[in-house]
């Protein structure tokens, strides 16, 4: 068994240390030499290789966990940004011939370079991959992402809903998207003690200085609020050394408070050397001598974040501060009745069972239509239909029954199942729109229809079947394999 599947077993509080492989011979040595220490504050430790963090020629984790002069515990990382099932499999197939069992499943964040309107850059989503990981590895320990750092209730709720389909489809844990807020990671640590299997959580943390700060600018996902920036300017302009060791001494408190909260670990991101994680461990057993709760605690959190001078910090972006449980968004009348529309029209033509539909569906699977010629016309044909109305892409599987005929085609990542980590505000990560999946929310809410968001998993679409009419599918003998999270449906939304 391995040393995080051993710790996330025997509930033993775990540290994993988050390494971004770069061609630097320091770079390994320097984290060999952390991993070689083997614990923090006795603690045990294993490294998180990442994936295609900055671009996809980076090196990729198999290949770094190679170049370590000797072995170290790792967990790879998957990212699927511009990835399809048969790079999953490969993966996998790879790492079970080296003896690894575990592996964090990502979306992944926006590919450098990628501008809606260009060629698609398909993602294959986090949802889908841990149901190939699952079904391919049936016992190996698989992990995902979650990010409760969202202040809208769009975007927040989806989060849940689609964290709710990631341990349906086979998470063993999850793993927070890196945030400083202690209210919203108590919240997510309430949101999984409430599920009917609870599963592990890791906090992912990061020692936050002004200049990281404005590194996270570029982080989609990650929220550092205005109140946050004029603090670490104030101590910045004490000294550097000065916001360093405040910096750590922050890290310090955060790695306590989670563990007080519940977490089975934490993900350290932006230790790169030994002496940083002896600072940190000179810190921690500092604060572990004097904090046993959570109300011991709170009051040494909310100081290291105080200047004197300033106000007190909030954690939230000025314009929102939704929390989890509560409900106040709705639909707009447009969205509601495009919602209706569709489905009525869905039902007439579609449902299989009616004459018009039986009608439809015997004209649309005629030999005719299988041959080159005929399937190049049916194709023209659905794509002229449903993209003006729809934007669809003519993927050859239609989900929208699944979707709330908001079409995955229109997210630039083209995900089915649920929001990425990186919107703000419900925008999307690339800036030029909403997010669909605060459209979707609100609308399944307003139509109470939030089960159709936690209980569908929605396969990746393979690459043969695109570009093509989806009809003739639709309509063969045996309609689609509908896979749910939970035999109980929900049809109201959560308050």
Not at 127 to 146: E, M, T
Not at 245 to 264: E, N, P
Not at 288 to 304: D, G, N, R, T, Y
Request: some cysteine.
């Amino acid at each position: 068994m391995s040393l995080l599947k051993t710790a996330l077993h025997e509930k033993t509080f775990v540290c994993v240390m988050e390494f971004v492989p770069k061609p630097s011979a320091e770079r390994f040595a320097a984290m060999q030499a952390i991993m070689a220490r083997g614990h923090l504050c006795g603690w045990p430790m294993t490294v998180a290789i990442g994936d295609r963090v900055g671009s996809p020629l980076d090196m990729s984790p198999l290949d770094a966990l190679a170049s370590f002069s000797s072995p170290v515990p790792a967990l790879p990382h998957f990212s699927g940004k511009d990835r399809e099932r048969h790079h999953l499999l490969a993966q996998l197939q790879r790492m079970d011939a080296d003896g690894l069992d575990q592996l964090l499943l990502l979306t992944g964040d926006r590919l450098p370079g990628h501008q809606p309107g260009q060629r698609p850059v398909r993602y294959l989503e986090s949802v889908a991959a841990l149901q190939i990981a699952r079904q391919a590895c049936p016992h190996w320990l698989l992990g995902a992402a979650l990010n409760p750092f969202k202040y809208c209730e769009e975007e927040g709720g989806a989060q849940y809903f689609k964290a709710e389909k990631k341990l349906a489809a086979g998470a063993d844990f999850l793993t927070l998207q890196l945030g400083f807020d202690a209210s919203k990671h108590q919240e997510a640590q309430a949101w999984m003690n409430r599920q009917p299997n609870p599963k592990p959580l890791l906090a992912c943390l990061m020692s936050l200085t002004h200049g990281r700060a404005a590194m996270l600018d570029h982080v989609a996902g990650v929220t550092v609020s205005p109140s946050m920036r004029d603090m670490l300017e104030a101590e910045a302009a004490v000294s550097k050394a000065y916001a360093q060791a405040r910096s750590v001494d922050r890290l310090a408190l955060q790695v306590i408070g989670v563990k007080l909260m519940g977490y089975a670990g934490v993900h350290l991101s932006g230790i790169h050397e030994l002496k940083q994680l002896l600072a940190l461990e000179e810190r921690l057993e500092h604060w572990q001598a004097q904090l046993h709760s959570l109300e011991q605690w709170a009051p040494a959190w909310a100081a290291s974040w105080q200047v004197h001078g300033l106000p007190a910090v909030v954690f939230h972006p000025p314009a929102a501060s939704w929390r989890q449980g509560e409900s106040k968004v709705s639909a707009s009348s447009t969205e509601k009745a495009r919602y209706h529309l569709l489905h009525a029209f869905h039902a007439l033509l579609f449902s299989r069972n009616n004459w018009l539909s039986k009608a439809f569906g015997w004209a649309v699977r005629q030999p005719l239509w299988a041959s080159a010629p005929g399937a190049r016309v049916l194709h023209g044909v659905e794509r002229a239909v449903k993209r003006p109305l729809l934007g669809c892409d003519t993927c050859g599987r239609c989900r929208l029954e699944d979707t709330l005929y908001i079409c995955p085609e229109t997210c630039p990542k083209g995900l089915a199942n649920g929001p990425c980590g990186g919107t703000s505000l419900n925008r999307c990560e690339f800036g030029d729109r909403e997010c669909i999946h605060s459209v979707k929310y609100r609308t399944a809410k307003a139509v109470r229809q939030t089960a159709v968001l936690t209980e569908r998993l929605i396969p990746c679409i393979e690459v043969q079947t695109r570009h093509r009419s989806s009809w003739p599918a639709w309509f063969a003998a045996q309609a689609p394999q509908r896979l749910k999270a939970c035999s109980k449906p929900r049809t109201q939304p959560e308050s």
